[in-house]
Protein backbone atom coordinates (compact mmCIF):
# COMPACT_ATOMS: atom_id res chain seq x y z
CA UNK A 1 0.00 0.00 0.00
CA UNK A 2 1.41 3.14 -0.98
CA UNK A 3 1.53 6.64 1.26
CA UNK A 4 -0.58 7.75 -1.70
CA UNK A 5 -2.73 5.27 -0.97
CA UNK A 6 -3.15 5.61 3.05
CA UNK A 7 -4.03 9.09 3.29
CA UNK A 8 -6.63 9.64 0.22
CA UNK A 9 -10.26 9.96 0.89
CA UNK A 10 -10.87 9.40 -2.57
CA UNK A 11 -9.21 6.25 -2.66
CA UNK A 12 -10.72 2.05 -4.07
CA UNK A 13 -14.03 1.26 -2.78
CA UNK A 14 -12.49 -1.51 -1.46
CA UNK A 15 -9.57 0.00 0.91
CA UNK A 16 -10.72 1.02 4.39
CA UNK A 17 -7.73 3.34 4.50
CA UNK A 18 -10.00 5.31 2.42
CA UNK A 19 -12.66 5.34 5.36
CA UNK A 20 -10.97 7.39 8.28
CA UNK A 21 -9.67 10.98 8.79
CA UNK A 22 -6.73 11.48 10.10
CA UNK A 23 -7.17 14.69 12.69
CA UNK A 24 -4.15 16.82 12.35
CA UNK A 25 -3.28 19.91 13.34
CA UNK A 26 0.75 20.35 13.76
CA UNK A 27 3.68 18.43 13.33
CA UNK A 28 4.44 15.03 15.26
CA UNK A 29 7.80 17.22 16.59
CA UNK A 30 4.81 20.32 17.86
CA UNK A 31 3.41 18.18 20.86
CA UNK A 32 0.08 18.64 19.91
CA UNK A 33 -2.99 18.25 21.91
CA UNK A 34 -3.41 14.11 23.26
CA UNK A 35 -6.62 12.34 23.77
CA UNK A 36 -7.46 12.45 27.19
CA UNK A 37 -9.21 8.39 27.30
CA UNK A 38 -7.18 7.04 29.83
CA UNK A 39 -3.37 6.50 30.56
CA UNK A 40 -3.57 2.83 30.73
CA UNK A 41 -1.26 1.01 28.52
CA UNK A 42 -1.86 -0.21 25.74
CA UNK A 43 -0.23 -1.79 23.10
CA UNK A 44 0.33 0.64 20.18
CA UNK A 45 -1.70 -1.37 17.32
CA UNK A 46 -4.03 -1.36 19.69
CA UNK A 47 -3.44 2.33 20.18
CA UNK A 48 -4.12 3.21 16.87
CA UNK A 49 -7.67 1.77 16.27
CA UNK A 50 -9.06 2.83 19.70
CA UNK A 51 -7.90 6.01 18.23
CA UNK A 52 -10.26 5.35 15.44
CA UNK A 53 -7.71 5.33 12.64
CA UNK A 54 -7.88 1.81 11.13
CA UNK A 55 -8.03 -1.87 12.43
CA UNK A 56 -5.61 -3.53 14.24
CA UNK A 57 -4.09 -5.77 11.66
CA UNK A 58 -3.69 -2.62 9.85
CA UNK A 59 -2.29 -0.95 12.44
CA UNK A 60 0.32 -3.56 13.16
CA UNK A 61 1.50 -3.05 9.05
CA UNK A 62 1.99 0.20 9.54
CA UNK A 63 3.91 0.31 11.96
CA UNK A 64 6.09 -2.84 11.08
CA UNK A 65 6.89 -1.14 8.03
CA UNK A 66 8.31 1.99 10.23
CA UNK A 67 5.61 4.54 9.94
CA UNK A 68 4.64 5.07 13.34
CA UNK A 69 6.11 7.44 15.59
CA UNK A 70 6.15 7.11 19.24
CA UNK A 71 7.23 10.09 21.09
CA UNK A 72 9.14 11.16 18.03
CA UNK A 73 10.81 7.35 18.13
CA UNK A 74 9.84 5.04 15.28
CA UNK A 75 8.70 1.77 16.60
CA UNK A 76 8.12 -1.51 14.67
CA UNK A 77 6.56 -3.81 17.31
CA UNK A 78 3.05 -3.58 17.38
CA UNK A 79 3.12 -4.75 21.18
CA UNK A 80 5.18 -0.85 22.19
CA UNK A 81 3.12 -0.12 25.19
CA UNK A 82 1.48 3.23 24.92
CA UNK A 83 -0.12 5.51 27.36
CA UNK A 84 -3.22 7.09 25.74
CA UNK A 85 -3.71 10.88 26.84
CA UNK A 86 0.22 10.85 27.49
CA UNK A 87 2.36 9.93 25.17
CA UNK A 88 2.26 11.03 20.88
CA UNK A 89 1.74 9.05 18.47
CA UNK A 90 2.06 10.07 14.40
CA UNK A 91 1.92 8.09 11.25
CA UNK A 92 3.72 9.06 8.50
CA UNK A 93 5.27 12.36 11.14
CA UNK A 94 1.23 13.70 11.12
CA UNK A 95 0.17 13.11 14.68
CA UNK A 96 -2.70 11.34 15.02
CA UNK A 97 -5.69 11.89 17.48
CA UNK A 98 -9.28 10.89 17.87
CA UNK A 99 -11.46 10.23 15.11
CA UNK A 100 -15.00 10.87 15.81
CA UNK A 101 -17.14 7.64 17.02
CA UNK A 102 -19.41 6.77 14.51
CA UNK A 103 -21.99 4.33 14.40
CA UNK A 104 -23.35 2.98 11.29
CA UNK A 105 -26.15 0.88 10.56
CA UNK A 106 -26.42 -0.75 6.74
CA UNK A 107 -29.28 -2.69 5.37
CA UNK A 108 -26.25 -5.18 3.14
CA UNK A 109 -27.30 -6.37 -0.10
CA UNK A 110 -26.73 -9.53 -1.48
CA UNK A 111 -23.63 -9.90 -3.51
CA UNK A 112 -21.16 -8.17 -1.73
CA UNK A 113 -18.61 -9.23 0.87
CA UNK A 114 -18.46 -8.06 4.66
CA UNK A 115 -14.48 -7.56 4.35
CA UNK A 116 -12.56 -4.48 4.27
CA UNK A 117 -10.99 -5.57 0.76
CA UNK A 118 -11.52 -8.36 -1.57
CA UNK A 119 -8.18 -10.16 -3.11
CA UNK A 120 -10.20 -11.50 -6.20
CA UNK A 121 -11.71 -8.02 -6.45
CA UNK A 122 -15.46 -8.34 -5.83
CA UNK A 123 -17.51 -5.75 -4.15
CA UNK A 124 -17.02 -5.00 -0.42
CA UNK A 125 -19.68 -3.66 1.82
CA UNK A 126 -17.54 -0.35 1.57
CA UNK A 127 -18.99 0.34 -1.74
CA UNK A 128 -22.25 1.21 0.08
CA UNK A 129 -20.73 4.15 2.57
CA UNK A 130 -19.87 7.60 1.01
CA UNK A 131 -16.00 7.92 0.49
CA UNK A 132 -15.85 11.17 3.11
CA UNK A 133 -16.53 8.46 6.17
CA UNK A 134 -14.07 8.37 8.44
CA UNK A 135 -13.02 4.49 8.38
CA UNK A 136 -15.23 2.20 10.23
CA UNK A 137 -15.02 -1.64 10.62
CA UNK A 138 -18.04 -4.30 10.09
CA UNK A 139 -19.20 -5.86 13.35
CA UNK A 140 -19.76 -9.47 12.93
CA UNK A 141 -20.47 -10.33 9.41
CA UNK A 142 -22.98 -11.70 6.92
CA UNK A 143 -21.92 -13.92 3.98
CA UNK A 144 -21.98 -13.06 0.40
CA UNK A 145 -25.24 -14.38 0.01
CA UNK A 146 -26.91 -12.97 2.87
CA UNK A 147 -28.46 -9.51 3.53
CA UNK A 148 -29.96 -7.67 5.94
CA UNK A 149 -28.83 -5.32 9.00
CA UNK A 150 -24.67 -4.98 9.40
CA UNK A 151 -23.48 -2.40 12.07
CA UNK A 152 -20.00 -0.58 11.37
CA UNK A 153 -18.24 1.37 13.55
CA UNK A 154 -14.98 3.04 14.49
CA UNK A 155 -15.40 2.03 18.33
CA UNK A 156 -13.47 -1.40 18.13
CA UNK A 157 -13.56 -1.82 21.94
CA UNK A 158 -17.59 -1.05 21.35
CA UNK A 159 -18.00 -3.75 18.14
CA UNK A 160 -16.29 -6.35 20.53
CA UNK A 161 -19.31 -6.25 23.14
CA UNK A 162 -21.50 -6.62 20.20
CA UNK A 163 -19.93 -10.10 18.87
CA UNK A 164 -18.91 -11.58 22.55
CA UNK A 165 -20.46 -14.61 22.78
CA UNK A 166 -21.43 -14.06 26.75
CA UNK A 167 -23.18 -11.32 25.81
CA UNK A 168 -26.25 -13.04 24.03
CA UNK A 169 -27.39 -10.38 22.08
CA UNK A 170 -30.49 -11.55 20.98
CA UNK A 171 -30.09 -11.80 16.90
CA UNK A 172 -33.18 -12.40 14.14
CA UNK A 173 -33.10 -13.77 11.05
CA UNK A 174 -36.03 -14.20 8.51
CA UNK A 175 -35.14 -16.87 6.45
CA UNK A 176 -36.78 -18.26 2.79
CA UNK A 177 -36.48 -22.22 2.90
CA UNK A 178 -37.26 -24.47 -0.49
CA UNK A 179 -39.63 -27.07 1.90
CA UNK A 180 -43.06 -25.96 3.24
CA UNK A 181 -42.21 -25.70 7.48
CA UNK A 182 -44.07 -27.22 10.09
CA UNK A 183 -43.45 -27.75 13.28
CA UNK A 184 -41.25 -30.77 13.36
CA UNK A 185 -38.59 -28.50 11.34
CA UNK A 186 -39.00 -26.05 14.00
CA UNK A 187 -38.21 -28.68 17.26
CA UNK A 188 -35.07 -30.13 15.46
CA UNK A 189 -33.91 -26.25 14.89
CA UNK A 190 -34.53 -25.71 18.40
CA UNK A 191 -33.53 -28.98 19.94
CA UNK A 192 -30.01 -28.96 17.58
CA UNK A 193 -28.24 -31.02 15.58
CA UNK A 194 -24.65 -32.66 14.28
CA UNK A 195 -23.64 -30.85 10.94
CA UNK A 196 -21.40 -32.94 8.32
CA UNK A 197 -18.76 -30.90 10.02
CA UNK A 198 -18.93 -32.50 13.36
CA UNK A 199 -20.22 -29.32 15.13
CA UNK A 200 -23.47 -29.24 17.25
CA UNK A 201 -25.44 -26.47 16.43
CA UNK A 202 -28.75 -25.00 17.60
CA UNK A 203 -31.15 -22.16 17.33
CA UNK A 204 -32.66 -20.34 20.27
CA UNK A 205 -36.14 -19.89 19.08
CA UNK A 206 -37.77 -20.64 15.41
CA UNK A 207 -41.21 -19.99 14.04
CA UNK A 208 -43.39 -19.99 11.22
CA UNK A 209 -43.81 -16.09 9.37
CA UNK A 210 -45.63 -16.95 5.97
CA UNK A 211 -46.06 -20.64 3.85
CA UNK A 212 -46.55 -20.68 0.01
CA UNK A 213 -47.40 -23.77 -2.09
CA UNK A 214 -43.48 -24.13 -2.28
CA UNK A 215 -41.40 -22.51 -0.30
CA UNK A 216 -42.04 -21.15 3.82
CA UNK A 217 -40.50 -17.82 5.38
CA UNK A 218 -39.43 -18.68 8.84
CA UNK A 219 -38.21 -16.54 11.71
CA UNK A 220 -34.48 -17.49 13.85
CA UNK A 221 -33.47 -16.26 16.85
CA UNK A 222 -29.35 -16.96 17.72
CA UNK A 223 -27.85 -15.30 20.72
CA UNK A 224 -24.33 -16.98 19.45
CA UNK A 225 -23.77 -17.66 16.26
CA UNK A 226 -21.34 -19.45 14.24
CA UNK A 227 -19.77 -19.28 11.01
CA UNK A 228 -22.68 -19.92 8.50
CA UNK A 229 -24.56 -21.01 11.58
CA UNK A 230 -28.46 -21.33 9.87
CA UNK A 231 -27.24 -22.32 6.47
CA UNK A 232 -25.10 -25.09 7.70
CA UNK A 233 -28.08 -26.27 9.87
CA UNK A 234 -30.39 -26.17 7.55
CA UNK A 235 -27.77 -28.01 5.08
CA UNK A 236 -27.77 -30.46 7.47
CA UNK A 237 -31.51 -31.34 7.24
CA UNK A 238 -31.34 -31.16 3.29
CA UNK A 239 -33.24 -27.67 3.25
CA UNK A 240 -31.84 -25.19 0.25
CA UNK A 241 -31.85 -21.69 1.52
CA UNK A 242 -33.46 -19.01 -1.15
CA UNK A 243 -32.78 -16.07 0.84
CA UNK A 244 -31.22 -14.84 4.48
CA UNK A 245 -32.10 -11.43 6.09
CA UNK A 246 -31.25 -10.42 9.40
CA UNK A 247 -33.62 -8.23 10.63
CA UNK A 248 -32.65 -7.10 14.28
CA UNK A 249 -29.64 -7.04 16.56
CA UNK A 250 -30.88 -6.40 20.05
CA UNK A 251 -33.80 -3.68 19.78
CA UNK A 252 -32.51 -2.65 16.61
CA UNK A 253 -34.28 -3.43 13.47
CA UNK A 254 -33.96 -3.08 10.17
CA UNK A 255 -37.43 -1.22 9.64
CA UNK A 256 -37.60 0.32 5.61
CA UNK A 257 -33.91 1.56 4.80
CA UNK A 258 -33.29 0.60 1.67
CA UNK A 259 -31.33 -2.11 0.19
CA UNK A 260 -27.88 -0.78 0.14
CA UNK A 261 -28.26 2.21 2.28
CA UNK A 262 -27.16 3.99 5.62
CA UNK A 263 -27.49 5.69 8.40
CA UNK A 264 -26.03 6.75 11.47
CA UNK A 265 -27.74 5.60 14.69
CA UNK A 266 -30.22 7.74 16.77
CA UNK A 267 -29.12 8.27 20.31
CA UNK A 268 -32.09 6.58 21.75
CA UNK A 269 -30.91 3.30 19.71
CA UNK A 270 -27.43 4.00 21.09
CA UNK A 271 -28.41 3.69 24.80
CA UNK A 272 -30.84 0.97 24.13
CA UNK A 273 -28.57 -1.13 22.41
CA UNK A 274 -25.74 -0.51 25.24
CA UNK A 275 -28.21 -1.21 28.01
CA UNK A 276 -29.07 -4.76 26.27
CA UNK A 277 -25.69 -5.19 26.50
CA UNK A 278 -25.31 -4.43 29.93
CA UNK A 279 -28.38 -6.34 30.88
CA UNK A 280 -27.39 -9.55 28.97
Known sequence: MSDESLFSSRASHNSPQSRYTVRV?????????????????????????????CSRSQAADLIRSGRVRLNGAIRLDPETPVRLGRDRVAVDGLAVAPSERLYLLLNKPRGIVTTAADERGRDTVYSCLSENLPWVAPVGRLDKASEGLLLLTNDSEWAAR???????????????????????????????????EGEF????????????????????????GKNRHIRRMLEALGIEVLRLVR????????????????????AEEKIALDHALRSS
Open 162 to 196: ITAPETHLAKIYHVQIGVIAGVDLLQKLEQGLTTK
Open 247 to 266: VAIGPLSLGTLAKGASRPLS
Open 201 to 224: LRVTRAGILRQGERNSWIEITLEE
Open 25 to 53: TRRDNKNPKQPRETSRKVGLARALSKLGL
